[in-house]
């Protein structure tokens, strides 16, 4: 399998499920910015949508979304629990985070890292997503991971979002679970190692 990614993007949470996971991989790195990747191969002819992640099988084929990768490489990892069984009440809950993550989350802060965002904009959509802070804040009370003793594959999506918050001049203060949140997940030896595969780690 090849995980197309880009460093500290939402192509980390599948980094750490691979990791995760124990899977055999390797890493392509696309250039954002010149459509390009690593081996100067035009990254449209992997996602024609041109965003990361995505991810090559071994018989070639590509599957893209980032929700839609992690569980896939979840169920292909069973022994690994890093998702409730397909068809229980647990794995709609997974689905619920991983949209939630998705929508309110990830695609609030992709437009809060536009340079040229109108201030405006910025605040509103600041608040939004602080509203948002509160409610994941409220539902990790007295919980482990997001769905309760068991790190799932929400876990390394959320992880990857709250990561942007420095870069985004976000203070998560307001909320001290998030910050414990991000450190415990943080500390795991595969998010680890996905950081310093991506060059993510000081020093
Ligand atoms: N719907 C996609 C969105 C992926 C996405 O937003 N990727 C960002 C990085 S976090 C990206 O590659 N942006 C560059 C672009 O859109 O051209 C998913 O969930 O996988």
Redesign the pocket.
């Known amino acids: 399998m090849k995980l197309y990614y ?1 460093p500290g ?3 980390l949470s599948p980094h750490i499920v691979l990791r995760e996971g124990g899977y055999d991989f390797t890493l392509e790195r ?1 250039d ?1 910015a010149t459509g390009k990747t690593e081996t100067g191969a035009d990254y449209k002819s992997v996602n024609p ?5 995505a991810l090559m099988l071994d018989e070639g084929v590509v599957l ?4 839609a ?1 992690v569980q896939y490489l979840a169920d292909h990892a069973a022994d690994r629990n890093l998702a409730p069984a397909a068809g229980t009440l647990d794995r709609y809950r997974l689905m619920q985070w991983l949209n939630f993550i ?1 929508t309110e989350l ?2 609030i802060c ?1 437009i809060l890292f536009d340079p040229e965002l109108p201030d405006g904009v910025r605040q509103k959509l600041t608040g939004r997503l602080s509203q948002r802070f509160a409610s994941v804040s409220d539902a990790l009370a007295g919980r482990t991971f997001i769905l309760g003793d068991q790190f799932t594959v929400a876990d390394a999506y959320l992880f990857t979002v709250l990561s942007w918050a420095p870069y985004l001049k976000l203070d998560l203060s307001p909320w001290p679970a998030l910050g414990a949140y991000v450190g415990r997940i943080g500390s795991r030896p595969a998010v680890q190692q996905a950081l310093a595969a991506e060059g993510l780690l000081p020093g």
């Open positions: 880009a993007a939402c192509s696309v954002l949508n041109g965003f990361v992640p893209t979304e980032g929700p990768i998705s990830h695609k992709g």
